[in-house]
């Protein structure tokens, strides 16, 4: 298997990991690919450098849809190619040495740390509020002011439909799925920016947790710690706890993703009990069958289970980014830079290169900062008028190309980003590509 997949990835992850930079520019020739369909032809060109790459040879659908279900999940090779070459990349383990770090009591222990220094700091704590249980409805921009506003409301607030915040700068961290339940109608974003917006889809994912009277699975004979098992069963993926000696009760009993993850997502809505013993009558027998024991004692061993659908939950409908082909080199850059003349700003890891990860997440992070700490204004006015020797590749000028419509010189919404970790001069660039392409385009609205 794993030779397998070498036999494909392991070109591009090399290239990526000799130089990120030109390794991705090279990844993106073939980003109009899906997995599937790179494994699959007969042909592929591929522009190597010598013949370090050995000749390109299709899978038969048999052996791509084997490597498909064993490794992932049905319908996980129909993603861009890219999206799998850069996952496999964060899994690589030949990176070297790597520490790992258990944070006991969880993640939320970091969260909980930096909103404890941002509230108790001398200097943080007069500007900085936390707003908790407030979803935000709208983001406005007033142009004669230059100021944003965020519109919110709260079901524990009565009368809340009409309380704002204002603020000089704004950036949404929120999935594009959720960007799409906020109106921006006057944030200026250009047509590219709302079809990103609309076109970027997540990947569905369940998690179940079941707590146990004994962790049964660390004694014999299966004597498991960590790792996870994977079968053809509906649990797909069991997940064992690596941390606290062998004393955790609790199990990650079902972990699935993609078509997978929505067959038990219909079994999760809070309120439906039939439902919900159904789920735990699989997940059990489930169980039962992969480790060799008596559903009865497994049944025996249960106390209680929570499910989680990120699909279905209203905050985030969805999981995490699952760019389809050519949306790394179409989409993502057009996400990365600001609206609302340089006011509104978008973050998260749907808009990096990292999809899933908190590293990704906080690339984005980075990059927004980069754009608004700069010395924006002078930088800005000492660009060259002339059109940018872009440091990504040529922006695509094909008025034929249907959803893309190019500027006339150019200078369009196409361009394409390497990196969400922008250098300070690319930042600017990105900021001054929002400028002339939104310009244009409310100069046409208002003639």
Request: charged content about 25%; some cysteine.
């Amino acid at each position: 298997m794993d030779y397998l997949m070498e036999g494909v990835y392991k070109w591009f992850v090399d290239k990526l990991k000799k130089n990120s930079e030109t390794g991705y520019e090279y990844l993106m020739k073939y980003d109009h690919h899906s997995t599937h369909s790179f494994k699959f032809m007969a042909k592929v060109t591929l522009e190597a450098e010598g013949a370090d790459y050995p000749e390109k040879k299709p899978y038969p659908a048999s052996a791509i849809n084997w490597l498909e279900t064993r490794n992932f999940a049905p319908g996980w090779f129909n993603r861009t190619f890219s999206e799998m070459i850069l996952e496999l990349l964060a899994f690589d383990d030949k990176l070297g040495n790597v520490s790992w770090y258990c944070v006991k009591g969880g993640s939320k222990k970091i969260v909980d740390a930096m909103e404890k220094r941002l509230t108790t700091d001398p200097i943080l704590k007069k500007n900085v509020t936390f707003h908790r249980s407030r979803r935000v409805v709208r983001v406005s921009y007033q142009k004669n002011t230059g100021r944003m506003s965020i519109h919110w409301k709260a079901l524990s607030i009565a009368g809340s439909n009409g309380l704002k915040d204002d603020y000089t700068y704004v950036a949404l961290t929120v999935s594009p799925q959720c960007m799409r339940l906020i109106d921006l109608t006057t944030c200026g974003l250009d047509y590219s920016q709302k079809s990103t917006i609309l076109m970027l889809q997540p990947g569905p994912l369940i998690k179940v947790g079941i707590r146990f009277k004994n962790n049964w699975w660390g004694e014999d004979p299966h004597n498991i710690t960590g790792g996870q098992s994977s079968t053809d069963r509906p649990v797909r993926n069991v997940v064992y706890p690596s941390y606290g000696g062998g004393e955790s009760t609790t199990l990650i009993a079902s972990y699935c993703w993609t078509k997978d993850a929505v067959n038990l997502g219909c079994w999760m809505h809070e309120g439906n009990p039939f439902d919900r013993k159904q789920l735990e009558d699989v997940i059990l027998a489930d169980l039962a069958a992969i480790h060799d024991l008596p559903v009865e004692f497994i049944r025996d061993q249960y106390i209680e289970m929570y499910p989680f659908d990120w699909t279905n939950n209203p905050n985030t409908l969805g999981a995490y980014a699952l760019f389809g082909p050519g949306q790394f080199s179409t989409l993502l850059s057009n996400m990365s830079r600001p609206a609302a003349e340089g006011r509104l700003h978008f973050a998260g890891e749907a808009i990096s290169t990292c999809h899933g990860w908190v590293a990704g997440a906080v690339d984005s992070a980075d990059r927004v900062v980069e754009q608004i700490t700069v010395p924006l204004s002078q930088q800005i006015r000492s660009l060259s008028s002339e059109p940018f020797s872009w440091p990504w590749e040529k922006p695509s000028t094909d008025p034929s190309r249907p959803g893309d419509p190019a500027s006339a010189d150019g200078r369009g919404p196409e361009t394409q980003a390497l990196h969400t970790m922008l250098s300070e001069e690319q930042a600017i660039k990105q900021l001054a590509i929002s400028e002339d392409v939104q310009g244009k385009e409310s100069l046409q609205r208002e003639e």
